[in-house]
């Protein structure tokens, strides 16, 4: 089965500066890959997702890149805020997304 | 609409107990699946639910099984709860082949 792998587990960065977070996975037929945002004490929340047939995908201060070749996508975020501070998971799965399986996670903490 | 909702919201029971967790995904959502999150394991893919039929299953033993409904709720159970099953338990609900959104959870200790 998939095998996801997040790295780094924990992430501190100053406000302003940039944060990225990179995952690799094992399964060549996996197709969809969504971040999740998961703040202390609240269920995960979609961020940002990407397909398989794009290679980057960008809304407002998130970014993700996905490299299918190698097997490994990775998070952006700019212009780190003090709220961006949270647990960072990534994912990947296949078609129906019935077997999504999650990275270890990321703990970001960003000081004002 | 309104989000997934899981029942209960925290659970306390003992060490050879059963316990029964209940989702109720979003209105249209098919599909429901179940992790279990814990500190050190992170997010653990239990297994997922599409139409009444489990399509997948990750790497529990037995003791953890599910269900889903003809109104797409679903049910996870547990049976002889060991102390290492204390986890918060996640369902997520999609429609079919799209993004998964989480319930609160269901924190579950046992004792």
């Known amino acids: 089965g998939e095998n996801v792998e997040q790295h780094p587990s924990t992430l501190s960065v100053q406000e302003g500066d940039s944060a990225v977070i990179k995952c690799t996975y094992s399964d060549s037929a996996s197709n969809y890959f969504p971040w999740y945002k998961q703040e202390l004490g609240k269920r995960p929340q979609l961020i940002i997702d990407i397909r398989s047939n794009v290679g980057e995908k960008k809304d407002q201060r998130i970014a993700v890149t996905l490299n299918k070749t190698a097997k490994h996508f990775s998070l952006h975020i700019t212009e780190t805020q003090p709220e961006d501070s949270a647990v960072y998971f990534c994912a990947a799965s296949g078609y129906n997304n019935n077997d999504m399986r999650f990275g270890a996670g990321t703990r970001l903490t960003v000081k004002p | ?111």
């Open chain 2, 1 to 111: 609409k309104a989000g997934v909702t899981q029942t209960p919201r925290y659970l306390i029971k003992t060490r050879g107990q059963q316990v029964t967790l209940s989702c109720s995904p979003i209105s249209g959502h098919r599909s429901v699946s179940w992790y279990q999150q814990t500190p050190g394991q992170g997010l653990q893919f239990l297994f997922e639910y599409f139409s009444e039929t489990q399509r997948n299953k990750g790497n529990f033993p037995g003791r953890f099984s599910g269900r889903q409904f003809s109104n797409s709720r679903s049910e996870m159970n547990v049976s002889t709860l060991e102390l290492g099953d204390s986890a918060l338990y996640l369902c997520a609900s999609s429609p079919s082949q799209e993004t998964q959104y989480f319930g609160p959870g269901t924190r579950l200790l046992v004792l």
